[in-house]
């Protein structure tokens, strides 16, 4: 069964394509544009794997995180942040505050689906070349 992926993103250029090259790649997307939607939605929906901006009005990604991470039906769901931001330091950062890992915008399509299935069960990723 291929995994359900939450995009919580406020960018919608950047949602679309993240949803764009999963959905291509034959996975189901939920998608929130606020920290506080992405949440309710991964209580409801119970994703397979969350991934998530940094920086987003309201809720930004590490507040986002602690509530997944802090709720009983959301808490071992993995969540990968994805950032603009890449200075040196960063990823420490970013699995220091508990995200399972870390993708870097820009987005690169002919990666970005590859790196998003690292963090998949074997039994969840649809790629020819894995699993
Ligand atoms: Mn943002």
Redesign the pocket.
Known sequence: MPARILII???SA?LELIEYLLKAAGYQTLAATDGARGVQVAREQRPDLVLC?????VLN?YEVLEQLRAHPLTRLIPVLAVT?FSMPGDRAKVIEAGFDGYLSKPIEPEQFVRQVEQYLPGNMIRSPTKG
Do not use: S, T
Not at 53 to 57: A, F, G, I
């Open positions: 993103e406020d960018n950047n901006d940094l920086q987003m009005p990604g603009a």
